[in-house]
């Protein structure tokens, strides 16, 4: 295929966007940064001008602290730089996960970060841009990855509280993102309980709730007697399923929320009894239907399993190409 546009650039540590002299997501230091959103893959430390939307600034000030040059872009606001015209729209990822749109000399291109279809109490829904270029990710780029509905698997987690009268549920979930995603998608089933947080996700969950995501009632486990913690659930840090910490916990039955949970060795390796398949990207059916929606001439994937992608591409007469960004995707992320 032709080689890549001149303003774009793609980089194995970030995508360069000559004419506004500005990185996408850089894995390392730059002068200018546009951030899709707050994970430590794509947000890091260093920069020195930042632009991203208000909620992924306050949660990289949380993780990192402040940049000396931070501009919030609200989703929608069009920037110009150096004639290249920016522009920021829900990715479904986390609270203010953003795709960013570009256009410069007449063609547009569309960089998702990390993004999902699905409805998710915790996030702004997933918009779809149409484009010329689509820069997606693949994480669960292939056929087998088909994530049930989310309600089905709090359904279980539900279940599996009710049947556990005397312990409790130890959930894995991820501090920025899933753990909000799970209190969410209970509380939007109807659960109205305190639920019980390991002193790690408490920060984020504050943050959550002050730019507005209803969380419900909240305790750390930190303080609490082993009777109260009966017949709850307990989220933590994944880490701390098999730490010492987890021993002040009423028999808990161990559970962790991934898309990864599809995996059932990734299951065992962890010692999960109750494995939820809830997921923060785009399965495979997500994954190409966004493609035959946005109607792009090219797709360029950033990371994950990318080959099938790039095949079920070539079988649709759509140009690809692999981007092989590095540091990118913490395996257990998902």
Known sequence: MSSAPHWIE???HGIFVRPANAW??????????????????????????????????????LRYGRYPGEKAVDYGTTLDLN????????????????????EYQGETVVVTGDFKRRPDPSCAPFELVPCDIFITEATFGLP????????????????????????????GAYALGKAQRVITELRALGYDEPIYLHGALEKMCALYADHGVAMGPLLPVAGADKADLKGTIVLAPPSALAD?????????VTSMASGWMRVRARAQQRGVELPLII??????DELTTTIREVAPKQVWVTHGREEALLRWCE???????????????????G
Do not use: Y
């Not at 200018?32 to 890091?44: E, N, S, V």
């Not at 920016?86 to 953003?98: M, R, T």
């Not at 590095?326 to 992320?333: H, P």
């Open 144 to 171: 087998v990855f088909r994530h049930p509905p989310t309600s089905e698997e709090i359904g279980k987690l539900l279940a599996m509280r009710e049947a556990h009268p005397e312990g409790c549920v130890l959930v």
């Open 10 to 12: 793609p980089h194995p």
């Open 315 to 333: 079988l649709h007469q759509i140009k690809a190409r692999a981007l092989a960004l590095v540091g990118r995707e913490d395996e257990d992320e």
């Open 244 to 252: 010492r910490w987890s021993r002040r916990l009423p028999d808990p």
């Open 24 to 61: 996408i997501d850089p894995s390392r230091p730059v002068s200018r940064a546009l951030i899709t959103h707050g994970h430590a893959d794509h947000a890091r430390g260093g920069h020195d001008a930042v632009w991203a939307t208000p909620e992924t600034l306050a949660i990289i000030n």
């Open 83 to 102: 004639g290249v015209k920016v522009s920021f729209h829900p990715a479904g990822h986390v609270l203010g996960s953003a795709q960013i749109r570009m």
């Open 279 to 284: 997921s923060d990207h785009a399965d495979w």
